[in-house]
């Protein structure tokens, strides 16, 4: 098959209308409980590059609602109407706040994203974005930076409300002043069970030369690093910057050694969708839509523990329409519009309500594990002071060729 048959069959599967509900009844996941949500929250203190006094955020203001709304996101991660392909959520926001939505999915990769808009955000310029979604630790770092706008909380009663206790105070946005979750999820092995011969429990199957050339690893440093540190029986909340180090040496071993081919973001669905790689280290919600287009493909929670993040949307300084986007973040924080978004792309909604209504409307979503995890083994990363960030954040850019 030609490159460009991979590409024409890699591009069906991701515009594939996606029942995910279809999917759930046929999957059989167990039941589990979200009883250590809490570690959801996904600190991550990360004031950025250098140290520096930390910049005050500018109040929002007033503000017509309407015109068009400029949001930024990840790849397959918002609901979308199996027969239209249309975003349900995005159409409804229209019709109730008749706003124009010109929705981008642009973000690959914090680190990738951050580069690609840091000099607009230093010189107040918002490259005309209204909103976007990064993960909390590089949330922190755009507000530490004073590149992101604080919001007037009330013009926002849904998300004061309805927000899940679990990721409502981070210490790094301890009010949610300048940062709400979009969602949470958990990172783990994603693996072609037709290459593997077999299925995949730790990280350390990663490491097993028989994989050799056919393995990705995450670019989040995060997730990478600390994914290797709990397959090497370390905890990522407790490891100091030398202990984080040693994880990186391994990494970049690997990667020299050529058992690592690349590290990736979202590409690494396309990776395995090819048949380049047949085991990645991924996220939670991706493996599920990866899993209805080819059933051999499995995501796995490693037996020594796993990584959980949160994504959360901002509106960046110098946005156009940052009254709009601030009632965008009070849409969805309403359980029927998250229930819809949770349902469509798997991952942990963080608004209250929306298992209840879940459980109503089909009880087997809320069996899904990837929704609604069992957080015993859950993990987030240590908080390391801007000097130790930024030495850890160069070593794993060098690790990976970046």
Same mark, same amino acid.
């Given at each position: ?170 210490? %790094? ?43 990705? %690893? ?18 990522p909340e407790d490891a100091d910057l030398d202990t984080a180090l040693e994880a990186v040496e391994k990494i970049e071993k690997a990667a020299k050694d050529g058992q690592i081919r690349a590290f990736t973001g979202n590409e690494f669905t396309r990776q395995l969708l090819k048949g380049d790689s047949f085991a990645a280290l991924g996220w939670s919600g991706d493996s599920v839509q990866l899993q209805v287009d080819n059933p051999r ?11 959980? %993040? ?70 987030? %990363? ?21």
């Open positions: 098959m030609s490159e460009r048959d991979y590409e024409r069959i890699f591009e069906e599967a991701l515009q594939r209308e996606l029942n995910r509900r279809r999917f759930l009844r046929q999957a059989g996941v167990g039941v589990a409980g979200l009883s250590a949500m809490s570690l959801l929250a996904a600190c991550g203190d990360d004031n950025g590059i250098g140290g520096g006094e930390k910049k005050e955020a500018k109040q929002i203001t007033g503000g017509k609602v309407g015109g068009t709304l400029a949001f930024s996101n990840w790849p397959l991660y918002i609901d979308v109407n199996d027969d239209t392909k249309a975003h349900p959520t995005l159409d409804a926001f229209e019709k109730e706040y008749k706003a124009k939505v010109k929705y981008t999915e642009e973000i690959n990769d914090n680190t990738e994203f951050f580069g690609k808009v840091r000099q607009q955000y230093a010189r107040g310029d918002s490259g005309g974005r209204d909103l976007h979604v990064v993960t909390d630790w590089l949330c922190a770092r755009m507000d530490r930076l004073g590149y992101v706008q604080k919001f007037d909380k009330s013009q926002m009663p849904n998300a004061v409300k309805n927000i899940e206790d679990a990721v409502a105070s981070p210490d %790094f946005d301890p009010k949610r002043e300048v940062s709400m979750p979009w969602q949470s999820g958990q990172v783990g092995i994603v693996y072609r069970s037709d290459e593997t011969g077999g299925d995949l429990t730790s990280v350390n199957d990663l490491f097993d030369p028989k994989f050799k050339g056919k393995v990705t %690893f995450l670019s989040e440093m995060r997730d990478s690093v600390g994914t290797v540190l709990l397959g090497d029986g370390k905890k493909i499995k995501f796995a929670a490693p037996e020594e523990g796993y990584m959980v %993040f949160t994504d959360s949307m901002q509106i960046p300084v110098g946005a156009p329409n940052a009254a709009t986007a601030q009632k965008m973040i009070d849409f969805v924080y309403q359980p029927e519009i998250q229930a819809q978004i949770t349902a469509y792309v798997n991952y942990v909604p963080p608004v209250k309500g929306v298992k209840e209504i879940l459980e109503k409307e089909d009880p087997e979503i809320v069996e899904n594990k990837l929704i609604f995890p069992e957080l015993s083994l859950a993990h987030n %990363f240590a908080t390391l002071s801007p000097e130790e960030e930024r030495d850890l954040d160069s070593a794993f850019q060098r690790a990976i060729g970046a």
